[in-house]
């Protein structure tokens, strides 16, 4: 083996390179600088939250959206069912918040979507949920379940996870134009936007251990068994197909993981059991 000295050929990009990491400091001073300006405390939980629209704008934005949503179902009599079901969740949720003096803002409204092909349910922010007909039918018009995915939207519109979401996403897009300036190449650009990728994951991920907390919590105010929840996770695994993307690459965990942190919640809430009157 022969010994090369080392190449002085970048001594000359000394000045670029820089030049480039004084522009990317900038970058992720004025990221970090609008970020922590961005802190609003949720009204309901009464948590410090990083969000850029007020409670107000994401109610008019949600109504806004929520024709482009999907063809709303024909089906009357289901539609009325999660209006229904969705309604008495609300009511327990007003009922138990006014207890501790604090006022729901969001105008909750629930949608069923004519989709028969796509088993999904979703929150706009600021109260606007939606459940598909494929995922209605798959629940077999059972009140329980329904109230099961529900509750769990009504919690990511609570704690006001979109927003967040958004918040998030422009910090993190921040972080990595300066990690692609600083590095100057496409190879780094693409790293860092690989890890924006990872923390969002990971920050959806969160988000719906905290939604399936607030929808037990919901179901038993309602007189629900969150044991429903569990049959909801099994419908979820029965119709993605026992799931192709491991866990720690998809934004949603795997239902055999939330299964796993909603037995937990219950042993937690009730170490003797449920107790006997849910439905
Ligand atoms: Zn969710």
Known sequence: M????PSRTRSSNFSGLKLRLIIAAAIVLFSIVSYL????????????????DSVSEEIMMGIQAAP??????????????????GARLVNRLDQRLRE??????????????????????????????????????HL??????????????IGHVLERHGSERMATGGFIKGLVSAAGVAGG?????????YAGNFLSMKYGRDAELESDRWGIELM????YSPEHLL???????????????????????????????IQSIIREKFPNGLPSGLH
């Open 2 to 5: 022969s010994y090369h000295p």
């Open 37 to 52: 300006a961005k802190g609003q405390i949720n009204p309901v939980t009464g948590e410090k939250q990083r969000v850029d």
């Open 68 to 85: 482009q949503m999907g063809q709303p179902s024909r089906d009357r009599q289901a539609a009325a069912q999660v209006r229904e079901v």
């Open 100 to 137: 501790k003096r604090i006022e729901n803002p969001y105008p909750f409204d629930f949608h069923l979507l004519a989709d028969r092909n796509t088993v999904n349910a979703f929150a706009l922010p600021g109260g606007q949920v939606f459940i598909t007909e494929a995922l209605f039918h």
């Open 140 to 153: 077999e018009g059972h009140p329980g379940r329904i109230a099961g995915v529900l509750g769990h939207e």
């Open 185 to 193: 190449s496409f190879e780094t650009a693409n790293m860092a936007a």
């Open 220 to 223: 038993m105010l309602a007189g």
């Open 231 to 261: 049959t909801v996770m099994d419908v979820l695994e029965k119709t993605s197909g026992g799931g192709g993307t491991p866990e720690f690459m998809s934004t949603h965990p795997r239902p055999a993981n939330r299964r796993e942190y």
